[in-house]
Nanobody, 115 residues
């Protein structure tokens, strides 16, 4: 079955960087558009970024554009999210997902940005 396991979340200060990873199994990863979504405390799921099957095209929410970079390694079946210049409003549980709405997602990894 589809398995997505996120890792890399931490408590960081504003302005710092963090890299999240997602290990995928149970489906044709290299043929699947992949997504990162997040859920801030008390809020709904929010799409963060997408990457096409081969990694050629990426897209970002306006709130993270220029600060976050989505990457994938199809040989290793991994998805990553490099986050720079983190802000307090980036505090959330981050999920990798196989759909933009986050219906099919992992258990998430927690990112807290606080001074």
């Amino acid at each position: 079955q589809v398995q997505l396991v996120e890792s890399g979340g931490a408590l960081v200060q504003p302005g710092e960087s963090l890299k999240l990873s997602c290990a995928a199994s149970g489906f044709m990863f290299s043929s699947t558009v992949m997504y990162w979504v997040r859920q801030a405390p008390g809020k709904g799921l929010e799409w963060v970024s997408s990457i096409t099957e081969g990694g050629t095209y990426t897209d970002y929410a306006d709130s993270v554009k220029g600060r976050f970079t989505i990457l994938r390694d199809n040989a290793k079946r991994t998805l990553s999210l490099e986050m720079n210049n983190l802000k307090t409003e980036d505090t959330a549980v981050y999920y990798c997902a196989t759909d933009r709405s986050g219906t099919w997602r992992g258990k998430g990894t927690s990112v807290t940005v606080s001074s």
